[in-house]
């Protein structure tokens, strides 16, 4: 166990959920489509900063001449989010439930919410910029480890979702564009990685409470700051479940502290810099039986660096994976000194590049194989890398993998420009519209799991999976309309949540089929839920019609019992004489009496209980 | 406290620190804005915060530095006037507010394509919304384009807001007399501050106009909402039909005249006028009391008034082939006896006015109303105000009314031609 504090962990969040009110600025939906009816093509143009400046990636982007083309789903699209008509008023829906999550979270709401413009120019949104409007300031959010300060609660624009790049077009689906997205950013004062997830999971289900969130994958998604003392800021990005959070914090609490001990490492052996002297060693290599090097070769040597690429920085990542990651815009990958002779590549064939090169003992190498120009970046930037470890951590965005290791993206962007968003007029929150919010607050998930417990008289929790599934009033009216047992219903969302995973189930669950589902829950066997529900999603028709499609009885089991039980009465001598032998010659009456209601299996089943208990 | 200031704003429990920002939106001093350190502005009911002046504010004019421009051997020489219009045009990312810039090293560091084209020399005449223009700054301009050309530019652009971008157009094709080069009017339908404007593309494919050997004023922007093809429009053929899409421009009862290449290539579609050799000059004198009319079932009561103020020239935009409802015949029968002249235009906007088909229309025909054949209400208006200028007798003025001077009016209604771009070509 790590001792976090002694480390000066410092945790900072950003969760940003979309909510499910349609989208921002228009009247359309702000479903996913992946068809489309139209596709326009456009260029964004770097724009000028107040002095008279243009981000140089920008403007090397727009002379590349890199198009966006951007598709979108006649009733899934307007003029608004294709920048041909001004926005319309901010979605009402979307505004009263951030007011709710800022009272929620006991916030500071602004008299006036003002939205403003973020240049972006990466094609993600078609304006060029997204819009963005602080709601309010200064909330809390409580966890075991302590309370933690929200500054900003705001209320964004999400962006277009890439769908692919064609040379130096990138094509855009516009259907995720303009969906609400709230924006809950806490300070940096976290101090433990389960604190992070605890305050996550707060957030969270404050956000939930609204009961206007969408659902589904990557509708919810957390940027996770991390820096210890010593360390630098890193921005973990998108990161979509909560239980990644603690294992994101914890390994790159790991790898800061690693890339800290080899940079006292190199200030220990002296190296003050890194030289990046490219050298041509594709003549050692012509006949080499490594099958990635197919032509150039290029290598660089590390002075001083000898034995580090081979260091771990997180389990199962080295310090060469952090270098090769910054040579990843250029090229797939590096090879080390550390992981050779491998790969087909000799020891004969490292030597002779050691030699080449001038790399000691105490040096690393790199090589690439590549094209001289494509080498030459790649090497540069592993160069520009191996130079960033000589202070220590680097500021950076990383993403998540699944196993909680992060992966570099790219350095951390600098501030973002911003400036009034002229198209929109302010809101006005009137401390009358508050006082009306305020009075008619929904209540947090906590809330419910008690009342849900309480009123129905089911375990905590049993209470806390159906908030967890967001499927309160759907457990409501499985009690108030259906009188479905509770374990039942429990049995119901877990069996939809299984489905689910399946290909060709909804993105969205059908709360509506659910309902069908309760209200022929009687003729459905516990056996008979997974292919009862897979079939009322599919087909959409009733349970009597699943069914039959399935050909399962649409006799309830009581029926059944019934039914063997008249048999039996009327068999009494066949049982006394045969005993458990009576089975078989009674099958035929039983299932002649349910007429094909019902599958042999369920009914043999039954049988063999009815007959054991006359029997026993 | 003033618009910059550094302040401290109280709540009752909290304190927030920013820049004092403009009054939003009109009329609400109940308000102030604040912009806080990290870039989002919030506004603070007034009655509710105390205020604390931190430091005054320095709303610097950022100085940019300047950018070197010499001209390039071989390049035309393209004059821009600026009229107002977001075309070109920088932001105060403090404010929002935006505003012209159109000294050359302005425009070019904002499109720099633009010195690849053609050398630019950059001068604003007026900024002002374009629904707020008036009779005599078409003067001015049309003064100020006969003097850039003088001093030898090749082609003249005109930026312009586009609400009125088509009747400026249609004006200076009249008072401009022996043309001899390309006047482009340019708007933007999105202002040049967004990553996304088509203001950019609308003034390169402008530029790259001006130098060709057309002889008339016209109009280029978006041709769809593609930023990859400009419409270049017949000044007197186009208008606005569309309040925000960036292809709002479209020819009407003729084809485009020309199609000009996001990659630079200009494409001749129907013929234009080349220079007859003569040397343009400025012909603005104009009558400023003339009128248009749309007509509505059950008008009445707006001809008289316009009669009674002494307006000498009325353009009806009827309905249908060129009708007015039986309430306003008395008032224009009594225009008309009071020496007013009434042309008739169409509310249709596409096709061509007949008064001989139904009776309401011979009537008002028989009375003295002109039909204007196919030209544009918007143009009618324009030309009617520039000929009265010129006469008055009631008989030169139908002549010179229907005698097509820039392209304005034609005998002919193309079969190819009706509706909105591609579609008709
Ligand atoms: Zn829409």
Redesign the interface.
């Known amino acids: 166990m790590r001792d976090y504090a002694a480390l000066g962990l410092r945790v900072g969040l950003e969760i940003h959920a979309q909510l499910d009110t349609g989208k921002l600025f228009c009247h359309c939906p702000s479903d996913l489509v992946d068809t489309h009816d139209a596709a326009?093509?456009?260029?964004?143009?770097?724009?000028?900063?107040?002095?008279?400046e243009i981000d140089p990636a920008a403007r090397e982007e727009f002379k590349k001449g890199v198009m966006h083309e951007y598709r979108a789903s006649l009733g899934h699209a307007c003029?608004v989010y294709?920048?041909?008509?001004?926005p319309h008023d901010p979605n009402p829906e979307a505004v009263h439930t951030l007011l709710q999550i800022a009272l929620l979270l006991d916030a500071?709401v602004?008299?006036?919410?003002?939205f403003?413009?973020k240049?972006v120019?990466d094609g993600s949104n078609?304006?060029?910029?997204q819009r963005?409007?602080?709601v309010a300031?200064?909330g809390v959010a409580h966890s075991a480890y302590g309370t933690v300060r929200i500054p900003?609660i705001?209320l964004e624009e999400d962006a277009a979702r890439l769908v692919e790049t064609k040379g130096q077009t990138r094509v855009w689906n516009i259907d995720r564009l303009g969906t609400p997205l709230v924006e809950i950013a806490t300070d940096p004062s976290m101090h433990h990685p389960r604190q992070a997830r605890d305050v996550a999971l707060f957030l969270g289900q404050a956000m939930k409470a609204t009961r206007r969130l969408k659902r589904g994958i990557g509708t919810i998604r957390q940027d996770v700051n991390i820096s210890i003392a010593g360390g630098a800021r890193v921005e973990v990005k998108g990161v979509q479940e909560l239980a990644l959070i603690e294992d994101c914090v914890e390994r790159e609490v790991e790898r800061q502290v690693a890339l800290l001990s080899l940079r006292d490492e190199l200030v220990k052996r002296g190296v003050g810099g890194v030289a990046c002297d490219i050298v041509d060693l594709s003549d050692l290599f012509s006949g080499t039986a490594c099958s990635i090097i197919k032509g150039g070769v290029f290598g660089m040597r590390l002075a001083g660096f000898g034995g580090l690429p081979g260091r771990e920085v997180q389990p199962g990542r080295r310090f060469g994976t952090e270098l090769a990651d910054y040579a990843k815009a250029y090229v797939r990958g590096i090879f080390h000194s550390d992981e050779l002779p491998r790969y087909g590549i000799t020891q004969a064939e490292v030597d002779a590049v050691r030699e080449r090169l001038g790399a000691g003992p105490s040096d690393a190498f790199v090589l690439v194989a590549e094209k001289k120009g494509v080498a030459k970046k790649a090497l540069e930037a592993v160069a520009y890398r191996a130079r960033l470890a000589l202070e220590g951590v680097p500021n950076e965005t990383r993403r998540p993998l699944p196993d909680g290791n992060t992966q570099f993206m790219r350095p951390l962007p600098g501030?973002?420009?911003?400036?009034?968003?002229?198209d929109v007029?302010?809101i006005?929150v009137t401390p009358e519209r508050l006082a009306a919010v305020r009075a008619s607050l929904p209540e947090l998930p906590a809330e419910t799991v008690r009342r849900l417990a309480d009123t129905y008289g089911i375990a905590t929790e049993t209470a806390e999976r159906i908030v967890d599934w967001d499927a309160e009033e759907l457990f409501v009216r499985s009690q108030e309309t259906y009188a479905m047992p509770p374990n039942r219903v429990l049995r119901l969302l877990e069996t939809y949540a299984m489905l689910s995973k399946e290909p060709g189930m909804p993105a969205e669950r059908p709360d509506e089929v659910l309902e069908r589902f309760m209200e022929g829950h009687e003729k459905v066997t516990v056996e008979a839920y997974e292919g009862v529900l897979r079939e009322l999603v599919r087909t959409g028709g009733s349970v009597d019609d699943a069914l039959s499609a399935l050909g399962i009885s649409s006799v309830s089991e009581d029926d059944i019992r019934a039914a063997i039980r008249g048999v039996l009465d009327a068999n009494a001598a066949v049982i006394a004489e045969r005993g458990a032998e009576a089975f078989k010659p009674l099958m035929g009456p039983v299932m002649a009496s349910l007429r094909g209601k019902c599958d042999g299996k369920t009914i043999s089943a039954l049988l063999r209980e009815e007959l054991d208990a006359r029997l026993s | 406290m003033n618009v910059g200031d550094r302040i401290r704003v109280r709540t009752k429990e909290h304190a927030y620190e920013g820049i004092l920002m403009p009054s939003e939106g009109t009329a609400n001093e109940a308000y102030l804005a604040l912009k806080l350190d990290n870039g989002y502005n919030i506004g603070f009911l007034r009655a509710s915060v105390s205020v604390e002046l931190l430091e005054e504010g320095h709303m610097a004019n950022a100085t940019m530095p300047p950018c070197e421009i010499a001209p390039t051997l071989g390049l035309p020489d393209i004059a821009i006037l600026g009229t107002g219009g977001t075309v070109a045009s920088k932001i105060d990312y403090l404010t929002g507010a935006v505003y012209p810039s159109f000294s050359p090293d302005e425009l070019l560091r904002l499109v720099p394509e633009l010195g690849e084209i053609a050398n630019i020399s950059g001068r604003e005449l007026y900024s002002i919304v374009s629904e707020d223009i008036l009779q005599r700054d078409w003067e001015n301009i049309a003064q100020a384009i006969v003097g850039r050309i003088a001093e030898g530019a090749s082609g003249v652009v005109i930026t312009h807001g586009t609400d009125t971008l088509h009747f400026t157009a249609s004006m200076l094709s009249f008072m401009l007399r022996d043309l001899d080069r390309p006047v482009v009017c340019v708007g933007a339908q999105r202002s040049s501050d967004r990553p996304s404007s088509d203001a950019a593309f609308n003034l390169v494919s402008s530029v790259r106009f001006a130098a060709t050997d057309c002889a008339e004023v016209v109009v280029c922007m978006h041709a769809g909402i593609d930023d990859d093809v400009c419409h270049v429009h017949r000044g007197t053929r186009v208008r606005k039909f569309h309040t925000s899409r960036r292809d709002a421009f479209v020819s009407v009862n003729s084809l485009p005249l020309a199609r000009v290449y996001g990659a630079g290539r200009v494409e001749q579609v129907s013929p234009y006028r080349t220079s007859s050799g003569k040397d343009v000059y400025a012909d603005t004198s104009c009558e400023e009391r003339v009128s248009l009319v749309k007509t509505y079932p059950g008008a009445a009561d707006i001809v008289g008034a316009l009669v009674d103020r002494g307006y000498r020239g009325i353009i009806i935009e009827g309905s249908g082939l060129g009708h007015a409802p039986d309430t306003l015949h008395a008032e224009i029968r009594r225009g008309l006896e009071e020496g007013v002249f009434f042309g008739m235009a169409s509310q249709c906007v596409h096709g061509r006015v007949n008064m001989n088909v139904y009776r309401g229309g011979r009537v008002l025909k028989e009375a003295g109303v002109l039909p204007l054949g196919d030209m544009l209400a918007e143009t009618a208006w324009c030309k009617l105000s520039w000929v009265l200028g010129h006469v008055q007798d009631r008989e030169e003025v139908a002549r010179a009314m229907l005698l097509p001077v820039a392209g304005e009016v034609e005998d002919t209604s193309r079969l190819d031609v009706y509706g909105c771009r591609e579609a008709c070509l």
Not at chain 1, 40 to 45: E, H, Q
């Open positions: 326009i093509i456009r260029r964004l143009r770097p724009t000028m900063s107040e002095l008279g003029l294709a920048d041909e008509e001004p500071v602004v008299d006036s919410i003002h403003m413009r240049i120019i078609v304006s060029g910029f963005t409007a602080l300031l200064d900003t705001c501030k973002s420009r911003m400036y009034p968003e002229t007029y302010p006005r």
